[in-house]
């Protein structure tokens, strides 16, 4: 009967046991994802190459949108989308969605990143750099995070905006809206197509939000000024790519900005 009690606690103690290990594993595994997700990676090496800063003019990247499980891409050309999914032993995989179809002066760095991302089966994660591989072989692609500061800082100039039915032209006669942000700063300035105007900026990841918005008090020919103020106080996501930068509500596109 002392034997077989036991052997019951010997059991229950190695259940326990693993339990806690694989919880521990878990954590470990979860702090990673968070890591990773909720950020844009700048593609910095492709199949043991490394790959240069613009292609066609645009910087290579992969973002992953953790609430949708979703991802964007670009190798320097078109846009690729489609889900992703984590599993336990850094286990990844990528699903191809609908993408642009452009066509570029260089293709081969598009071409290797979907690949590198139908291949992948698992991740690596360390000192700030992201690895995607198959098996146990050398990494297929490997990315370094992209600073939000740095990918946003710089002055931007409107080009679209939602929310009227007048052309662009009517509702800015006089000049275009603008925006500078400047890397590490919570304020952002600019005109908004009349007035000189400041604001508070907060970013993390996606998520964005502009307040305590101010402004000189000129009279202004257009009905654009006041648009552009109340959908900024409005705005929730911010996407940049390259010199193109959409700030969004909700999942819509409101306003388009230019790199100037």
């Known amino acids: ?25 878990t954590a470990d595994e979860s702090a ?9 990676w700048q593609l910095v090496e492709l199949g043991g190459k490394p790959v240069a800063a613009e292609v066609n003019g645009k910087m290579p990247y992969l973002e992953f949108l953790h609430e949708a ?14 889900e992703f999914q984590f599993a336990k032993n850094n286990k990844i995989h990528f699903t191809r969605g609908i993408s642009t179809m452009m066509a570029c002066e260089n293709m081969e760095i598009e071409r290797g990143l979907g690949q590198s991302l139908q291949q992948a089966d698992n991740y690596t994660f360390a000192d700030g750099v992201l690895s995607l591989n198959q098996g146990r072989k050398a990494p297929l692609a490997r990315f370094k995070e992209i600073s939000s500061d740095v990918s946003v800082a710089g002055t931007w100039e409107l080009d679209y905006i939602a929310g009227s039915n007048k052309p662009f032209n009517e509702l800015f006669p006089g000049k275009k809206p603008t925006m500078v942000i400047q890397a590490g700063s919570s304020k952002v300035s600019g005109n908004g197509g009349c007035n000189n105007y400041g604001s508070n900026m907060s970013l993390d990841g996606r998520k964005v939000n502009f307040s305590g918005i101010f402004s000189t ?6 009905d654009g000024e006041p648009l552009y103020f109340s959908t900024l106080e409005k705005v929730n996501v911010m996407s940049v790519n390259g010199d193109a930068m959409t700030l969004i509500i909700g999942d819509i596109a409101v306003m388009r900005f230019k790199r100037k």
């Open 1 to 25: 009967m002392k034997k077989t009690i036991f052997s019951m606690l010997a059991v229950a103690s190695l259940i326990f046991s693993s339990c806690s290990t694989s919880k521990q594993v």
């Open 217 to 222: 008090k000129m009279a202004c020919k257009g």
């Open 69 to 82: 499980g979703r991802y964007s891409a670009n190798g320097g050309c078109n846009t690729l989308n489609g």
């Open 32 to 40: 990673d994802i968070a890591k990773i997700t909720g950020k844009k």
